[in-house]
């Protein structure tokens, strides 16, 4: 069993890595077959599916018409999807029946979430003033890959 502390950290870190591209919390427990996740995100067809998500993602965010992340229906979609990386992570600890647990972690999840994606948004924009914008949006694109990767072993 994982502590408390240490599951909320744990969502935190996806509910980051959420913030700064939107797919790869949830694709991460997917691609883990994590045991917190419901029978749809269990199924086999999930992990093709969630790896095309977040590659897809990636391509998208990189073309010049690509909407704003802090548009509000864009940050609460991370926000939602942070929230339900962060209850899949306390789900999978042993933690199913224990809402004292599952909805804290869903709520510091979907904070960390909000936040990076402003932070994140910040970041890219400073960044990409004095740097190349692509290779900017790459180095976001692997910073969401490496959290959500540690978050969801």
Partial sequence: MTSSYGLLARAAVLG???????????????????????????????????????VGEMVVDKLPNAPSRLKPASLAFRVVLGGLAGAGC??????SS??????????????????????????????????PAAGVAVAEDALAIGLAAVASR
Avoid: E, F, M
């Fill in 16 to 54: 980051a890595a959420t913030g700064l591209r939107s797919t790869t919390g949830v694709a991460a427990l997917v691609t883990q077959r994590d045991a917190g996740l419901g029978a749809l995100l269990s199924h086999p067809a999930a992990r093709p599916l969630a790896a095309l998500a977040v």
């Fill in 98 to 131: 224990a809402a004292s647990v599952v909805l804290p972690a869903a709520a510091v999840a979907a904070a960390a979430a909000a936040a990076s994606t402003w932070l994140g948004y910040q970041a890219r924009a400073a960044l990409g003033r004095r740097l």
């Fill in 90 to 95: 306390a789900r999978s600890a042993g933690k």
